[in-house]
């Protein structure tokens, strides 16, 4: 068992959602917690809430898509605890929502600096650390759209499929470089958390107010698929994490796309339209 206990570990995206429930877990494990995310209030909560359990907690304000920022927090971090043995890549947000029509190009560049540079900028800065401990651990998360491609979403899934191929890419070289460092990479269905209503929210900050479409959508995914609780997300990563899984799928929804996908790879588009079709009564 890869135990977390007096580990020290890295989370993103800690201030909300799976983040913030990541960190609690580790707490309530025993590991030691080093916590950011760009959000000042969320990241101050989730300290206090990690000091309450009587755990130890350093938060940083980080946006993982500043790289500069990233290795000069990785170094603090080493600097600070003296030993780093494990790395949550877990920020992320959904994009914009829109077809690649409507898109903005400066929706692609967030959306892959955040998604896909924050995990790598992540996993580069900390890696040596994680060498030094002589038991690391990376784990990033991605998405059931890491493997599994929907309309609305071209840049989350580009940026989610290109964690995982970078996550398995990672693997193979801790593997035939014998580096004492797992890679374990983390496919959630939908979970219970404010990332598709924090979307529309930096839209209409951009001042690109949303469609009645687009509005529908949000609701319809907050009531019907973004349902897992945090919590229990965050409980099953963990869990792989200490089983040592290379690969974690988080609920049955992305057991079952899972599935889907390898049964009917040319086949799977046109069924997600359909779902989508009748989920979103759209014709
Ligand atoms: N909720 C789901 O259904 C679901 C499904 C699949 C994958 N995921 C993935 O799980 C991860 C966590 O998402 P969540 O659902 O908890 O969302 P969330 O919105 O609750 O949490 C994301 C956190 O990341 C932070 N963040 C955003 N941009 C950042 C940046 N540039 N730098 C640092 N922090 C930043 C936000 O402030 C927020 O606290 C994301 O990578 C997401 O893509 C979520």
């Known amino acids: 068992m890869n135990a977390v206990r007096g580990?020290?570990?890295?989370?993103t995206g800690a201030g909300s959602?799976?983040?913030?429930?990541?960190?609690?877990?580790l707490a309530r494990r025993g590991a030691r917690l080093a916590v950011s995310d760009v959000d000042e209030t969320g990241l101050a909560e989730t300290v206090a809430e990690i000091k309450a359990l009587g755990a130890e907690a350093e938060g940083t304000t980080l946006d993982v898509g500043d790289r500069a920022a990233f290795v000069a927090?990785?170094?603090a971090v080493a600097g600070r605890f003296g030993v780093v043995h494990q790395v949550y890549n877990n920020a992320g947000i959904a994009g914009g929502g829109q077809t690649i029509l409507e898109t903005d190009w400066e929706s692609y560049d967030r959306t892959l600096a955040v998604n896909l540079f924050g995990v790598i900028n992540g996993t580069k800065a900390f890696l040596p650390h994680l060498i030094d401990s002589g038991d690391g651990h990376v784990v990033n998360v991605s998405s059931l759209n890491g493997f599994m491609a929907q309309p609305t979403l071209t840049a989350y899934c580009a940026s989610k499929f290109g964690v995982r191929g970078f996550t398995e890419a990672l693997r193979t070289e801790m593997i035939r470089d014998r580096h004492p460092v797992h890679v374990t990479v983390v496919?959630?269905?939908?979970v219970k958390t404010g990332i598709a209503s924090s979307a529309l929210k930096e839209a209409q900050a951009r001042g690109i107010e949303p469609t009645a479409e687009?509005?529908?959508?949000v609701r319809l995914y907050n009531e019907k698929l973004l349902k897992m609780p945090a919590e229990r997300a965050a409980r099953i990563i963990v869990d792989?994490?200490?089983?040592?899984?290379?690969?974690?799928?988080?609920?049955?929804?992305a057991k079952l796309v899972d599935r889907l996908v390898r049964l009917f790879p040319r086949h799977y588009p046109k069924l997600i339209v359909d779902f989508e079709r009748r989920r979103f009564a759209r014709s």
Do not use: T
């Open 187 to 190: 496919h959630p269905g939908g």
């Open 7 to 11: 580990k020290v570990a890295v989370v």
């Open 214 to 217: 687009q509005l529908e959508r």
């Open 240 to 253: 792989g994490v200490e089983a040592g899984k290379p690969r974690v799928l988080v609920g049955n929804d």
């Open 73 to 75: 927090y990785a170094a």
């Open 17 to 25: 959602g799976i983040g913030r429930q990541l960190a609690l877990e």
